[in-house]
């Protein structure tokens, strides 16, 4: 009797604090809402063509303000929200001409981007571009929780910056202007990339409608053509299911890779803490199977790395193999050491010289060990930008001019491509001033290499 009394309470306590249908506006009053804002003429159409030039201008300088005040103005929400309602009320007019003003807006917001992008005269890619053509479940959540508030707050009333609010996280503007960056430049992935991501909105902040006016209740029309509406609830599914495949398989490599550097970083850390060393770098390839690790200080024994080696199956990499790579100049580090402990009076003085020396040695080597991790991150940028691209070496090195005697550090990009696609002298140009800039080199040489 006491367990059933308290069952009540709880319920009547959760009613109290999370019953929607008590809040909601009158039905006819939301769905007249959703269906202004779902139309695409006139003024409408013109503030998503002003909005699409915004965020394009906001993607072309890396302006992240830029981008939140273009979607802010954006009126794209409207027709989206409208096909989950109709789906949810079996309101077959509605979906009809909520679907034909999506598309009415999507071709208009793609032609807009494309046109401005084509007379841009800066093409650089930005990471704000680069941020929309990988989308992952994380994108799902946001669309979909996104949408819900949307939903919950068009149909109770409620005011504040809710509608804004989800204007900015579902972000629908920024992947259409990169999907026109695509088109306009020439570059395809970016193109699938980035309209897969508005897909990925597109359809669950339409779930999050749907299943946000089941919740609450809303009517349904019974005049409406029940085989017809239950087939276009099976397609929603079956679309929802398949929209999701993609981004499943990114997210789980993106989660595979950080569970993999979790597990070098805690090996490096527990392994490799040896006494009178100090890791200052290391690098994995995973073609090779191979971690390097750069270490200063004391010299450690052949047998203390390969038991090193031995116990990396314990922080499951097995199969790698462990290179050591130790500095020389390290030990006249440790010698200085011995002489601080025999000296006092020189103590303080000699332990400054010691660590200005010690970061020294620590800038000079991550500014060489850099590259190779820079080399790696550039990676996936070089497979979307310049497919042609085989393989890609960086190196630091000294230009000495027999003329003038002198010497100037330089970086050195070995580009290898494809035998049949070699690289334009426009492309050489464009890759070298690329190169130049995510290198912070003061100057960069391009040698192509051919089979």
Known sequence: MQGEKEDTAMKELFRRYFALRADKVPEDVTIANIKADASFRGANLWVLVFAIFVASLGLNVNSTAVIIGAMLISPLMGPIVGMGLAVGVNDLDLLKSSAKNFAVATVASVLTATFFFLISPYKEVQSELLARTSPTLYDVLIAFFGGAAGIVTIATGG??????????????????????????????????????????????????TYCGVRLMGFEQRQEANVELARRTRHILMATVLLTMVPAGIVTFNLVRKSIFNQNVARFVDKELAWEGTQVISQNVDREGRLLSVAVIGRPVEDERIAEAERSMEDYHLSGYRLAVIQGTQSDSLLHLVGQLQNSKADYTETALQQNRRIRELEVALNRYEGLNSLAEELRPELQVLYPRIQSLALARTVEVRTDTAMATPIVVAIVKSQPRHPLSAEQTRQLAAWLKARTAADSLRIVKIED
Do not use: E, H, R
Request: hydrophobic share 60%; net charge positive; aromatic share 18%.
């Open 159 to 208: 005011k504040g910056n809710v509608i804004p609010g989800v204007a900015i996280a579902t972000a629908l503007m920024p992947p259409l202007c990169t999907a026109g960056y695509g088109i306009a430049t020439g570059q395809w992935l970016f193109f699938l990339g980035a309209f897969y991501l508005f897909f990925i909105n597109t359809v669950f902040i339409s779930l999050a």
